[in-house]
């Protein structure tokens, strides 16, 4: 996979050469400097940008062609995201957080957001607004809303970068449950020991990968 710019007669090469392959119920870490092309690659495997060549196919589906109002139901359905920044809602409860999706969706299951607030440990925090909650358990709610629809993949994005050392190990812990249900998770990050609790790690070099297996942290890569 490429995805590449224009910058007035240069070509940039945001990803170059890129391929990666990731298993149901395997986390991969994405690690790299600053501008080493971790954003674009969520872009690309999110369906939120398109690649200039090669192809992106997740869960079977080849989506590098398919019409934008099908790539926008297809990320709805298929790819859940998390960030840093927890986006919630401040005027709505937990459970109209996690359940937002759905709205959008016009689906109405309120058995599913419960079993999802179950899920991350918020069963009893259902009615709570997010001004009520701690990082750890904002970001406790984003992944039940990333997952409200049964997503095949969670893309998460510098994922713990806020969190303290007990919620971000948390947080962590909640992933382990979910890759043990066979959920596939790719996270960019920037904290080397917290990408060492992925299976396998990849480097991203100015657009270009370099993959190893767990505990072949490389310094350079912070």
Request: charged letters at 25%; a negative charge; proline letters at 3%.
């Amino acid at each position: 996979m490429w995805r590449s710019y224009r910058r007035g007669s240069e070509t940039v090469h945001a990803l170059a050469d890129f391929g990666l392959t990731v298993q149901p119920g395997e986390m991969v870490g994405i690690v790299g400097r600053s501008g080493s092309g971790k954003t674009t690659l969520l872009n690309q495997i999110g369906c939120l940008d398109r690649p200039t060549g090669g192809r992106v196919i997740i869960a079977g589906t080849d989506v590098t062609e398919l019409p934008e109002r099908e790539l926008v139901e297809f990320r709805r359905d298929h790819i859940g995201f998390i960030f840093q920044l927890f986006y919630l809602l401040p005027t709505l409860t937990v459970a109209e957080n996690v359940g937002l999706p759905l709205v959008f969706a016009r689906r109405h299951d309120q058995a599913r957001v419960r079993d999802m607030c179950d899920k991350v440990g918020l069963g009893d925090r259902m009615s709570a607004l997010p001004s009520s909650l701690d990082g750890g358990d904002m970001q406790r709610v984003a992944i039940a809303r990333a997952l409200i629809n049964d997503a095949d993949l969670l893309l998460a994005d510098e994922p713990t970068g806020r969190l303290e050392r007990q919620a971000r190990d948390e947080v962590l812990g909640i992933f382990g449950a979910l890759r043990a249900e066979g959920l596939a998770i790719i996270m960019a990050t920037h904290d080397l020991e917290q990408a060492a609790r992925c299976e396998r790690i990849v480097e991203l070099r100015d657009g270009r990968e370099d993959s190893w297996a767990q505990g072949g942290l490389r310094d350079s890569a912070s």
